[in-house]
């Protein structure tokens, strides 16, 4: 049962643009929402978090807003940046204390000169 | 500050032996996150250890244990392997209520 879904493999974006990267969960439960970014041969590193009572959260370049009626979470990244292509995924858990957390299957994204 | 260290960086087994992999974290970390990553999925949890004491554990069958030492570093133990446990292995550590910071991880190959 995947209980954080990131329906997009891949996604391209040309430089300056803006780039939206969608991610669905199913547990109602959850409390607490990051982002993390893989380069190859790389692990996750840490973009962001938003808690469930929140809607929106900013650092730089990075806002993520959280849509709970909708179980939905999106990540955007403006502008983008050729040094951005990595794949994202987003992740849940049901507390932040340092424990399990679920995350999507990930989105390629590629961001094009 | 160094980050999260994982050793060894890539490791080559054949089915049915054991390995151990070894992950220290961050200065004053205390928990410790073990993660499986399959190529094409996104990392799956296996075991979280806090103060030396496991504090959850994943759908993982029992080949797999974990321990933390003293000194917060922590080791995963995988025995009688599987061709499937041909995977990135990834430890994460933070403070107890924080955000955990990943290492770069073990990729184990079992032929």
């Known amino acids: 049962d995947q209980q954080v879904k990131q329906n997009s493999p891949s996604l391209s974006v040309q430089e300056g643009r803006i780039s939206i990267l969608n991610c669905d969960y199913t547990?109602?439960?959850?409390?607490?929402f990051l982002w993390y970014k893989k380069y190859p041969a790389e692990g996750p590193t840490f973009l962001i978090s938003i808690s469930s009572i929140k809607d929106k959260n900013e650092d730089g370049r990075f806002t993520v807003f959280l849509n709970k009626s909708a179980k939905h979470l999106s990540l955007h990244i403006v502008p983008s940046q050729p040094g951005d292509s990595a794949v994202y995924f987003c992740?849940?858990?049901?507390?932040?204390?340092?424990?399990?957390?679920?995350f999507g299957q990930g989105t390629e994204l590629s961001v094009k000169p | 500050d160094a980050g999260v260290t994982q050793s060894p960086t890539h490791l080559i087994k054949t089915r049915g032996q054991q390995v151990t992999l070894r992950c220290s974290p961050i200065s004053g970390h205390k928990s410790v996150s073990w993660y499986q990553q399959v190529l094409g999925q996104g990392p799956q949890f296996i075991f979280q250890y806090y103060e030396k004491e496991e504090r959850g554990r994943g759908n993982f069958p029992d080949r797999f244990s974990a321990r933390q030492f003293p000194n917060y570093s922590s080791e995963l133990n995988v025995n009688a392997l599987l061709l499937g446990d041909s995977a990135l292995y990834l430890c994460?550590?933070?403070?107890?209520?924080?955000?955990?910071?990943f290492g770069p991880g073990t990729r184990l190959t079992v032929l």
């Open positions: 547990n109602s439960m959850f409390d607490y």
């Open positions: 992740a849940a858990s049901w507390d932040n204390q340092g424990g399990k957390l679920i």
């Open positions: 994460a550590s933070s403070l107890l209520s924080d955000t955990q910071y």
